[in-house]
């Protein structure tokens, strides 16, 4: 039976192949370490605004987005009574978000809304990439005692482990990446819009309807007197003859 003692140097401790217990210590990152590395930084921004123009407005966010390499991810217009609004979120590099802002404030009177949020995830970044060293250096560690193994259980055995910590690996590298790519880029949530003249003719829709409503009410009530009108026939016919009869009785 194989085995390999205690490795001091990544904290790592493999027994014999039948049991396979690898177990990885990450010290946490001291702050001096966090410090000394440039921050990572993730920055997002939402800002809302009145526009005359949408095409023109349009255009504007989207060569400035194309001329600093930057892309659109989302793309969606909403049409109600009074206005009719468009909602691009993009993503642009990082060190050209004021850019491509200051650009956009440009031809904006106002902004209804405008909030930017920055988050720090520095200490999470370090966290990762050092779990993925540690990862890969118990990766290689497998690797060595799969190079000695002697017979098909210990193949088997460690093996087994390496598909463990691969996909272990692979997941961190996933997160480490997805990282990255939220560091590199920021995303901006743009929503400029134009009113209609819906809401100044709504009073004006408004009686118009009614009128039309009111003619078509009584054209129903028209019909529905047709309808019945035997029947109204048929009751004053009553009415004359039992009015007739107290008359007579009267005299």
């Not at 995830?121 to 993925?132: H, I, K, S, Y």
Request: overall charge positive.
């Amino acid at each position: 039976m194989l085995a390999v003692s205690c490795v001091k140097k990544h904290q790592t401790t493999v027994s014999a192949f039948g049991d396979l217990p690898i177990t990885e210590r990450i010290a946490p990152q001291k702050k001096s370490a966090i410090n000394q590395v440039e921050r990572k930084l993730i920055k997002t921004g939402n800002i809302t605004f009145e526009t005359k123009e949408l095409a023109a407005t349009r255009k504007v966010i989207l060569d400035l987005v194309n001329q600093y390499n930057g892309y659109v991810a989302n793309d969606n217009e909403y049409k109600s009574e009074d206005r009719i609004s468009t909602t691009i979120s993009v993503r642009v590099p990082a060190k050209s978000f004021d850019v491509i802002l200051e650009g956009i404030a440009k031809g904006v009177e106002k902004f209804d809304n405008k909030s930017i949020r920055i988050s720090d995830v520095t200490e999470q970044f370090l966290d990762v990439e050092a779990r993925l060293k540690t990862k890969k250096a118990l990766e290689f560690k497998y690797l060595e005692i799969l190079k000695k193994a002697k017979t098909v259980r210990e193949i088997l055995d460690v093996e087994r482990e390496l598909g463990k910590l691969r996909g272990d690996i692979e997941a961190t590298e996933g997160r480490l990446k997805y990282l990255q790519n939220q560091v590199s880029f920021s995303t901006l949530n743009i929503t400029f819009y134009k009113k209609t003249a819906a809401n100044q003719s709504t009073f004006g829709s408004k009686i118009g309807s009614a009128f039309k409503q009111g003619f078509e009410n009584v054209k129903s009530f028209l019909v529905s007197i047709i309808n019945v009108w035997p029947f109204i026939i048929v009751l004053f016919i009553l009415i004359f003859y039992f009015r007739k009869r107290i008359n007579s009785t009267k005299s």
